[in-house]
């Protein structure tokens, strides 16, 4: 089984509408990450977790927030989609020598 | 704020040829140092990292990266490349300035197909 998993793989929404993207992960790390990737920006990181008490954001968090409902589990919510957050979006986790561990991706596409 | 430079964009080889892709990094202090790779369709992997200690890491699938601390440099390379390392390669640098986290910052990535 997956150590990160993310839910849904694929996603298509209008505009306006509120979407959340799920990541789970069974690693037993305490720190979890959300990145956008787009075709020739790389990753770049949206919120990230320290623990369950601790989120903070990350260079592009405007349009985005998050919720840490357990050490094991990082929502991404889009309170009103709007098409240039049209991206692939990664979850991750890592331990506290920082080594990442990724999740397989959502595709979300925002009409 | 530190900050990670992938020069080249975009790569094109033949099978067998050798491959060297630039990694820069702007910081001066210590520094964990990686290089990630996707394969199409695929999540992000890690080929290798360096923390400390021998300059020379090695990683998976033949890959080795070299951390030069004075050209701020950390650049991949592999001898002989194959049509299955067609892929996007990602340098990434954390950068601890105290004992507290610092983000992994991820340069721009570079595609690189090869030919068979």
């Known amino acids: 089984d997956a150590d990160v998993t993310q839910t849904p793989r694929n996603r298509i929404t209008k505009t306006g509408k509120r979407i959340m993207l799920e990541c789970s992960q069974t690693?037993?790390?305490?720190?979890m990450y959300w990145y956008r990737q787009d075709p020739g920006l790389g990753l770049r990181l949206i919120y990230y977790s320290f623990d369950v008490k601790d989120i903070n954001k990350g260079e592009i968090s405007d349009g985005y927030s998050v919720s840490r409902q357990a050490q094991a589990k990082f929502s991404l919510s889009l309170e009103s989609a709007i098409p240039n957050q049209t991206a692939l979006y990664f979850c991750?986790?890592?331990?506290?020598?920082?080594?990442?561990?990724f999740g397989p991706g959502t595709r979300l596409t925002v009409l | 704020a530190q900050s990670v430079s992938q020069h080249n964009h975009h790569v094109i080889l033949s099978e067998a040829a050798s491959l060297e892709l630039g990694c820069n990094y702007s910081y001066g202090g210590t520094v964990n140092l990686f290089w990630y790779v996707q394969y199409p369709g695929q999540h992000l992997q890690l080929l290798l990292k360096?923390?400390?200690?021998?300059?020379l890491v090695k990683g998976i699938k033949g890959f080795e990266a070299e951390f030069i601390k004075s050209k701020f440099s950390f650049n991949l390379r592999k001898p002989s490349v194959q049509w299955s390392d067609t892929a996007e390669y990602f340098c990434a640098v954390n950068a601890r300035v105290n004992t507290g986290f610092q983000k992994l910052v991820f340069g721009t990535g570079t595609r690189l197909l090869v030919s068979p």
């Open positions: 991750a986790t890592s331990d506290r020598q920082d080594e990442q561990f």
């Open positions: 360096y923390f400390s200690g021998d300059p």
């Open positions: 690693k037993g790390h305490d720190r």
